[in-house]
Nanobody
Framework: QVQLQESGPGLVKPSQTLSLTCTVS??????????WTWIRQPPGKGLEWVGI???????YYSPSLKSRTSISRDTSKNQFSLQLSSVTPEDTAVYYC??????????????WGQGTLVTVSS
């Protein structure tokens, strides 16, 4: 029912800013209980949680990426976006947006976008 769709350039040059947008349908990003996350998976690697924006607009980022990461939202468009600055080839990954909620201390993700590959290369 809830659908998420990532969009943005598939190729970014080193030192530039990676920008992606997640468009949400079937549910409002301002609805309580749920939050909205970015998760990435480098080639051959596991999933890495990037950051989150809550229904009230509050944000939190992975400590390893915090200095370079910004997540924002446009409630009128029911979208949230990721900006990752100063990218290197190590940032090459499939980037997913997902809906997150807490079950006790456990974070769960019930809806995911299809993912979009972003390659950082010169």
């Amino acid at each position: 029912q809830v659908q998420l769709q990532e969009s943005g350039p598939g190729l970014v040059k080193p030192s530039q800013t990676l920008s992606l947008t997640c468009t949400v349908s079937g549910g409002s990003i301002t609805t309580s209980y749920y939050a909205w996350t970015w998760i990435r998976q480098p080639p051959g690697k596991g999933l890495e949680w990037v950051g989150i924006i809550g229904h009230d607009g509050s944000t939190y980022y992975s400590p390893s990426l915090k200095s370079r990461t910004s997540i924002s939202r446009d409630t009128s468009k029911n979208q949230f976006s990721l900006q990752l600055s100063s990218v290197t080839p190590e940032d090459t990954a499939v980037y997913y947006c997902a809906r997150e909620f807490k079950n006790g201390s456990l974070s769960q993700y019930d809806y995911w976008g299809q993912g979009t590959l972003v390659t950082v290369s010169s």
